[in-house]
């Protein structure tokens, strides 16, 4: 569990003592807000170390500018001199590539990190700082969907806490302390049903980037605006509260929401179900990721009960959103599946907004390409790498 405090903090001269975050990703969507809650979060003394991108360097460098960090890592690094020149004249370290991510997360006066960097292209990032005995505030998803086994049993070891900044996981993480783990039946996570909830074949088919972008109740990055509209968003989720808080599959249900209120549920074995409500705004995951595990005054609406108003649930429609099942079948199944399934999507996704790629294209692509992938049961970190390269270029032949 949670390294102790005094590995959390470091002393300030006058007794006084102060927490070093880290934000991967701080120009996305997670980023931004992560930035926001800690300008604002009340009486807990957080300061900003490390900041990173991937492109966007005008940002990362007013963001640094912003918050006094010490160091920012920038992965293209044809934009160096730009951000340079940007930060000349002040004490800000520049980083670039895997290389400098890793030595942001690694930085002594750093001991939080939020992961905000979107897909496969957190992994490594993220198994640094748990090396290096960081607490981890995790939105990246998609790193425990590549290596979830490899990558909890590395904090397992190194004592290192993963607190969920996803919604849902934040949801569960604050619903499980209401019993024992071995009291747990199921884990119920909730879906908004995304844009198309309801809609025909017929609709799916025609589905263009522009509307599959607007989501009805979260604002959030592209990647995931799109794997919310196909489902596959609640499919990474299932797969990620295996990995986190070690379910079975058949202990993971999904329930379509669409108020998105109730973030997610915890039923234990007696039939007591213990739900996490709040108004659907990602800056209370976020924020309890930095606070754990205490609790702040912080900027995030609360619930108004002084207006009627009601909650619905449905089952999801499995058949119309394929991406779902392919979730379960490739938790069950274990091994490689995930990972391959994972970078399918990331590629179908990325041709789908390039407008290369039809919308059920990105179910279809998947299951083409797990029916055909080299399955190995117990695949190495290198091997789970190795096939993430593969399924992205037989998006590319699939597609072509
Ligand atoms: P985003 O696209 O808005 O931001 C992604 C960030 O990662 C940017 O700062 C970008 O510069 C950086 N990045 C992109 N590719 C990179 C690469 N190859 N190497 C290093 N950095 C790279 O995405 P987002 O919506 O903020 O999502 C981030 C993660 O959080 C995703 O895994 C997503 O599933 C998860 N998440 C997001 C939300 C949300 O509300 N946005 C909610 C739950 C979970
Ligand atoms: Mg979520």
């Known amino acids: 569990m949670a390294s102790n405090r005094s590995e959390l903090t470091e002393e300030l001269a006058d007794g006084e003592s102060v927490e070093g975050v880290a934000v991967l990703g701080s120009t996305g969507s997670i980023g931004r807000s992560t930035l926001g809650v800690l300008a604002s979060v009340a009486g807990k003394n957080l300061a900003v170390r490390g900041l990173s991108a991937a492109g966007s360097?005008?940002?990362?460098?007013?963001?640094?500018?912003?918050?006094?960090?010490?160091?920012?890592?920038?992965?293209?690094?044809?934009n160096l001199g730009s951000l340079r020149d940007a930060l000349a004249g002040r004490s800000v370290e520049i980083l670039s590539g895997q290389d400098g991510l890793v030595r942001l997360v690694e930085a002594d006066d750093t001991q939080r990190i939020i992961t905000g960097i979107v897909g496969r292209a957190g992994l490594e990032s993220t198994l640094a700082a748990i090396d290096a005995g960081k607490l981890i505030?995790?939105?990246?998803?998609?790193?425990?969907?590549?290596?979830?086994?490899?990558?909890?049993?590395?904090?397992?070891?190194?004592?290192?806490?993963?607190?969920?900044?996803?919604?849902?996981?934040?949801?569960?993480?604050?619903?499980?302390?209401?019993?024992?783990?071995?009291?747990?039946?199921?884990?119920?996570?909730?879906?908004?049903?995304?844009?198309?909830?309801?809609?025909?074949?017929?609709?799916?088919?025609?589905?263009?980037?522009?509307?599959?972008?607007?989501?009805?109740?979260?604002k959030m990055g592209p990647k995931i605006t799109i794997d919310s509209a196909t489902l596959m968003n609640k499919a990474l989720e299932v797969i990620?509260?295996?990995?986190?808080?070690?379910?079975?599959?058949?202990?993971?249900?999904?329930?379509?929401?669409?108020?998105?209120?109730?973030?997610?549920?915890v039923e234990f074995v007696d039939g007591s179900v213990v739900a996490q409500l709040s108004?659907?705004?990602?800056?209370?995951?976020?924020?309890?990721?930095?606070?754990?595990?205490?609790?702040?005054?912080?900027?995030?609406?609360?619930?108004?009960?002084?207006?009627?108003?009601?909650?619905?649930?449905?089952?999801?429609?499995?058949?119309?959103?394929?991406?779902?099942?392919?979730?379960?079948?490739?938790?069950?199944?274990?091994?490689?599946?995930?990972?391959?399934?994972?970078?399918?999507?990331?590629?179908?996704?990325?041709?789908?907004l390039a407008g290369t790629l039809r919308f059920?294209?990105?179910?279809?692509?998947?299951?083409?390409?797990?029916?055909?992938?080299?399955?190995?049961?117990?695949?190495t970190l290198d091997r789970l790498v190795a096939i993430d390269a593969w399924a992205r270029r037989e998006v590319v032949r699939w597609a072509s």
Not at 58 to 64: D, F, V
Not at 253 to 264: D, G, L, N, Q, W
Not at 294 to 318: N, T, V, Y
């Open 57 to 78: 360097w005008q940002l990362l460098s007013e963001q640094a500018v912003a918050t006094g960090a010490r160091r920012v890592a920038l992965m293209d690094s044809s």
């Open 137 to 218: 505030g995790l939105a990246n998803k998609e790193t425990l969907v590549v290596a979830g086994e490899i990558v909890m049993d590395r904090a397992r070891r190194r004592g290192v806490t993963v607190v969920p900044v996803d919604s849902e996981h934040s949801a569960v993480f604050q619903a499980l302390s209401a019993g024992r783990r071995s009291e747990v039946k199921r884990v119920i996570l909730t879906s908004s049903g995304g844009p198309f909830r309801g809609a025909t074949k017929e609709r799916l088919a025609s589905v263009t980037p522009e509307e599959a972008l607007n989501h009805p109740t979260w």
């Open 240 to 265: 990620e509260a295996r990995w986190l808080f070690d379910l079975r599959p058949d202990q993971i249900e999904v329930v379509v929401h669409p108020e998105s209120v109730i973030h997610s549920m």
């Open 279 to 352: 108004p659907p705004d990602m800056r209370l995951p976020i924020q309890l990721a930095l606070t754990w595990p205490e609790r702040r005054d912080g900027p995030s609406p609360r619930m108004d009960w002084s207006k009627a108003f009601a909650l619905r649930f449905e089952p999801p429609d499995m058949d119309n959103f394929p991406c779902l099942g392919l979730g379960y079948e490739v938790i069950t199944r274990g091994g490689t599946a995930p990972a391959v399934l994972n970078a399918a999507n990331e590629e179908a996704v990325g041709r789908f």
């Open 360 to 379: 059920l294209d990105i179910p279809r692509v998947c299951r083409a390409i797990l029916d055909h992938h080299d399955f190995d049961a117990h695949p």
